[in-house]
């Protein structure tokens, strides 16, 4: 099987994992999960690593560096700010009176 | 990193490595399912840092890694950037964030793809496989890219919310859709024509605008979930390019959450998403392009006493909240309201439409802000059923998701549109500024029903007014 078409698996069976997985999320969480998910896509920063550090060619590691910011803002940014989110989401509090 | 290991685990290494993307999989999969519930979201959250450090660290000792300074550079910058942006953001803007930082993921995947693409010494010694899935990368890391940033100035206001297009638009686009696509398949018949390469990023740098820019400011949260998808697309693509598997699936797995996301927003507003994107639909109000408002029909005005006194006698109170509301900031005063209300011994719930704010569940989130518990929120359909036996609804800053038009008159632009049943209750009290009719431009008959009272002014305002008017009753 050639490398792509194992990729392809992997990627149409982890598709349907996340279907699977999110479609049972309540309304009320849809806005943390969208910026959890746009953190998660910040993923992409593995292969700007595998870019920026490699030494074969100058230019290719000045445009990795370039992806290493632009993915370390998504990925830094999206998990911090989901934090903040849910961390303002409280049950009430039974003690409340 | 990989050198300063012995040589017995340097030749085990790529499938150690392999082995512990394959253990980060599994913490992202679990804290995805974690953010599924408000009780363990945080939780899961954190998890899927865990998973993305793992892989991050991990990737470090990939042997293809031989300098740090650019890395060590990049992860400064992006991280002080993230961090900043992540605690100054108000969380009223949270859609423009979302929207910014999408722009970054699918900007950083289209880079990978470019750096790539460019180490190679010849171009042409790629497989064509390889140059297929580089070219899909480039192209939906660029859409994304600059379509995020449309979709961030139009939510700001620095791009005018109202659609713009130009004569043949959706044709145009349609065109250079298939141009793009064209041009991937050119690139891997002929990647040594640098021509080829620059003319696919340059024209799926424009499509990005291109496709945003004539969708009303009223459908971004539609957008921001559609692009959403597209940033985990593109970090799959990437993945693809360096055939790295914990890239393919989390993408795939973020792809997925846009997608459902999207069609979830899309349902609440009776839209299909084709009608979004080539509809060229909704302003950003203010020009209101709906007929206005009937002089001859008579609406009841009302004072913060007179509602105070509607409120504190009833048994069940519903509260339907619009953007309108965070717009005043008047989060606070509402739940300092409420509060006085639930000691008089009055139920209180929160009717939360799936489109009130400017993104899914957003203003789930602006109440969270204010401490309101989020099991006191409700929504549409779980509510719906109990405006029947409600005594008072006070509709703060929302005018559209009320609107019984959509349920009645099959002519209207919003007929089908799910609403809240507020007409259903005994009273309903419309917090608004004006008669004016909301995003869509559509009159509103609730507010000359009956059953209906107006209380005009600045939404903060009015409820301060009215919690000190709570007091005296």
């Known amino acids: ?97 | 990193m990989s050198n300063f290991l012995p040589p017995s685990i340097q030749a085990v290494l790529p499938n150690i490595i392999q082995l512990i993307y394959l253990v980060a999989t599994g913490i992202f999969i679990f804290g995805i399912k974690r953010l599924g519930s408000p009780a363990t979201a945080r939780s899961g959250n954190q998890l899927a840092a865990l998973g993305m450090l793992i892989g991050v660290v991990v990737t470090l000792f990939d042997q293809q890694i031989l300098s740090f300074e650019y890395i060590i550079g990049g992860i400064v910058v992006g991280s002080a950037i993230g961090m900043f942006a992540a605690k100054k953001v108000e969380m009223t803007a949270m859609p423009e964030m979302v929207a910014i930082f999408n722009g970054f993921g699918g900007g950083a995947s289209a880079l990978v793809a470019w750096g790539e693409f460019s180490r190679a010494v010849d171009p042409a010694a790629f497989a064509t496989q390889d140059l297929v899935t580089i070219g899909l990368s480039i192209l939906i890391g660029s859409i994304t890219f600059t379509g995020s940033f449309i979709a961030f100035g139009k939510l700001k206001g620095f791009i005018s919310g109202n659609p713009i297009t130009f004569p043949g638009h959706n044709i145009f686009n349609a065109l250079l859709t298939l141009g793009t696509l064209g041009l991937v398949g050119w690139l891997a018949y002929d990647p040594a024509s640098q021509l080829i390469f620059w003319l696919l990023f340059g024209i799926a740098l424009l499509l990005g605008i291109l496709t945003v820019i004539p969708i009303g400011g009223a459908d971004m949260p539609v957008v921001i979930s559609l692009l959403n998808s597209y940033s985990g697309l593109a970090a799959s693509m990437a993945g693809f390019v360096i055939n790295n598997n914990l890239l393919i699936i989390s993408g795939a797995l973020v792809g997925a959450a846009g997608l459902i996301l999207t069609n979830i927003m899309c349902q609440a507003m009776n839209r299909t998403l084709t009608n979004v994107l080539f509809g060229a639909f909704g302003g950003d109000g203010g020009s209101g392009s709906g007929p206005a408002a009937d002089t001859d029909k008579t609406v009841r005005e009302t004072t913060p006493d007179d509602v105070a006194l509607q409120c504190a006698y009833a048994k069940k109170v519903a509260i339907v909240p619009g953007y309108g509301l965070a717009v005043a900031q008047a989060q606070h005063a509402l739940k300092e309201v409420v509060d006085k209300l639930e000691k008089r011994g009055v139920e209180v719930k929160y009717g939360i439409h799936p489109v009130a704010g400017r993104m899914p569940g957003h203003m789930n989130v602006l109440l969270a802000e204010a401490d309101v518990p989020y099991d006191q929120l409700y929504d549409m359909e779980q509510i719906n059923p109990e405006f029947k036996s409600t005594d008072v609804v006070l509709i703060i800053g929302a005018n559209d998701v009320v609107n019984p038009v959509a349920k009645t008159e099959p002519g209207s632009p919003i007929y089908g549109m799910p609403v809240m049943n507020v007409d259903e209750a005994d009273r309903t009290i419309i917090f608004k500024r004006s008669l004016s009719p909301g995003f869509a431009g559509i009159d509103n008959p609730l507010f000359y029903e009956e059953s209906n009272q107006m209380f005009f002014g600045d939404a903060k305002d009015s409820l301060q007014a009215l919690a000190k008017s709570l007091d005296e009753v």
Do not use: C, W, Y
């Open chain 1, 1 to 97: 099987m050639s490398g792509l078409i194992f990729n392809l698996f992997i990627f149409v069976l982890a598709s349907f994992v996340g279907f699977e997985l999110i479609s049972k999320v309540p309304p009320t969480l849809h806005t943390p999960l969208m910026s959890g998910a746009n953190a998660i896509s910040g993923i992409t920063i593995l292969g700007a690593l595998i870019v920026a550090g490699q030494t074969d060619n100058q230019t290719a590691q000045i445009i990795g560096f370039a992806a290493i910011v632009f993915a370390t803002i998504n990925v830094v940014g999206g998990f911090m700010v989901t934090d903040r989110m849910l961390e303002m989401f409280k049950k009430k509090d039974k003690n409340d009176e």
